[in-house]
């Protein structure tokens, strides 16, 4: 056992290394204490490498100096927000007003807009205060301070498909919550009918169809180009494929749809799992509240440590008085021990724009109450998942690790394994290997080709959902949960059948009833 302790500090130390280090001086305990802390100060930019030259200067003053310093801010900010940031003009970084008149306003949107076009990106004005427009904040006219000010979502062109922003969610709920219905709203744009017309394109097998009830891992995915809107078809009906909605996106959202049903929760267990959401999406129906496997699910997605949205479904068919005994149920759910979140209902867009910019603290758990049929509060869930910063934390500097989460046979291609590529590099034609079989061996392969979202790709990097094509195996040889790993001359990989692990048990949730 100390073999195995020791290779597994070794391996953790290559993958994270800076976390390596920091273990050695300071208690695991204080790490995780502070770890969210750390999160927001780095979001509000205060350290050492902020410009000396105030935000202001740099919007409002016209030379090619300040025009640098600028497009050098905006080239930092986006290379930290993974392809996009959220600028607010009329605040300095440590949040003391410019004061902006609306003429200085309009000046500085228009230097922004300037210095974005230098790193190749587009600028979506979500919410102004002072200024007027149809992204005025409701809030606006009762504040004391008149200033101009507003947010500005800066995202970048990706150059290849590989650069294209990519974030997870996971859809999990009980059983006729609403959830495969949603994403086919969502995705395909139109409203349901109110009997499932909107899901039946989702499902992947026979038996979904005819009872209406998911029982397989399902993928969907939606894009949003630089302004921020919904990347679709133009032509009314029409569905635009996997390789159109990559090839015009800025950002994917990739939702992974998990089975409800309580005999079906091994895959959804697996799903999460496998999937390595960014995000988890609870889905309550209004009418029945968080009941069966809904606490189950919210049980997981604290465990993994994965920020929670909940969005609570079939508000139109619901009594007033039904519906606050859901909202006052989750409510209650959410702040107890187990879970510790503070639940932030949204209700307008200024709302969802200030709680989606600020959710890079965990603590936070956006609510949203939706119609399928009717789509009210929709177009707020499209906003907040346009605006949804980037979550997780990968290492392109460690050595290749993939894990598989599913195996196909394509003809005329042969054996593809698909999976997120958990950290370093790998590029196509690179010699691999992929195991352990029963023996615990691995077998040595070449991956002929790499697709992200059925789209070609030269290379894949850490955090980013892939598939391989691969040489000179057998789909029988290859099972859910392997891995493929780099050839190396030294090192290879190790086996183990049992180890010894210590687990802790959060608090458990409060019953429902």
Not at 81 to 95: D, L, R
Not at 201 to 214: A, D, P, Q, W
Not at 362 to 370: E, M
Not at 428 to 438: E, K, Q, R, W, Y
């Amino acid at each position: 056992m100390t073999e195995f302790a020791d290779y597994v500090e070794k391996q953790q130390a290559l993958r994270y290394p800076s976390t390596a280090k920091a273990s050695t001086s300071t208690p695991t305990s204080a790490l995780e204490e502070h770890a969210e802390l750390d999160d927001i100060l780095n979001g509000l930019d205060l350290s050492e490498n902020s410009p000396a030259v105030r935000l202001k200067e740099l919007l409002l003053t016209h030379n090619e100096d300040t025009l640098a310093k600028l497009v050098n801010l905006l080239e930092t900010r986006i290379e930290e927000g993974h392809g996009e940031t959220v600028f607010e003009i009329g605040f300095e970084n440590n949040g003391d007003s410019m004061g902006l008149s609306k003429d200085e306003w309009d000046v500085s949107l228009k230097r922004l807009k300037e210095a974005a076009g230098k790193v190749r990106a587009d600028c979506q004005v979500l919410l102004t205060k002072h200024v007027g427009g149809e992204e005025e904040a409701e809030s606006a006219a009762s504040e004391k301070e008149k200033g101009c000010s507003g947010k500005v979502l800066v995202r970048q062109h990706p150059a290849t498909v590989e650069e294209v922003i990519e974030t997870r969610i996971a859809v999990v709920g009980n059983v006729d919550a609403g959830k495969s219905t949603m994403l086919g709203v969502l995705v395909k744009g139109r409203l349901d009918d109110g009997r499932g017309k909107a899901r039946v394109n989702l499902f992947r097998h026979k038996h979904e169809i005819e009872s209406g009830r998911t029982s397989s891992v399902g993928m969907e995915i939606m894009g949003y180009d630089t302004m921020g809107k919904i990347v679709a078809a133009e032509v009314p009906g029409r569905k635009l494929s996997w390789e159109e909605i990559g090839k015009r996106s800025a950002k994917v959202i990739t939702f992974t749809d998990l089975a409800g049903h309580e005999r079906y929760l091994r895959t959804t267990v697996f799903g999460l799992l496998s999937s390595s959401p960014n995000y988890c999406l609870l889905m309550v129906a209004a009418n029945n509240g968080l009941i069966g496997m809904s606490k189950e699910h919210l049980g997981i997605a604290l465990a993994l440590n994965v920020p929670v949205m909940v969005v609570i479904t079939k508000i139109d068919i619901c009594p007033p008085q039904i519906l606050e005994q859901t909202i006052q149920q989750i409510t209650r759910i959410l702040k107890s021990p187990g879970a510790r979140k503070i639940p932030i209902f949204i209700k307008n867009k200024e709302e969802c724009i200030n709680t989606a910019t600020q959710f890079v603290s965990q603590r936070i758990c956006p609510i949203f109450q939706v119609s399928n049929v009717t789509g009210e509060s929709l177009d707020l869930v499209r906003s907040f998942l346009n605006i949804l910063p980037h979550h997780g934390h990968y290492d392109a500097e460690a050595p290749f690790e993939f894990h598989i989460n599913d195996t196909f046979s394509v003809p005329f291609v042969g054996t593809v394994v698909s999976g997120i590529v958990k950290s370093g590099v790998i590029h196509a034609g690179d010699t691999v290997l992929i195991g352990p079989d029963s023996l615990g061996q691995f077998t040595t392969t070449t991956i002929r080709s790499i697709e992200r979202k059925r789209i070609p790709v030269p290379a894949a990097s850490a955090g980013q959902s892939a598939s391989f094509a691969l040489k000179r195996v057998r789909r029988k040889d290859v099972r859910k949960g392997m891995v493929v790993l780099p050839k190396q001359e030294q090192n290879a990989p190790k086996v183990y059948r049992e180890f010894v692990a210590e687990g802790l048990s959060p608090p458990p949730l409060p019953n429902p009833n």
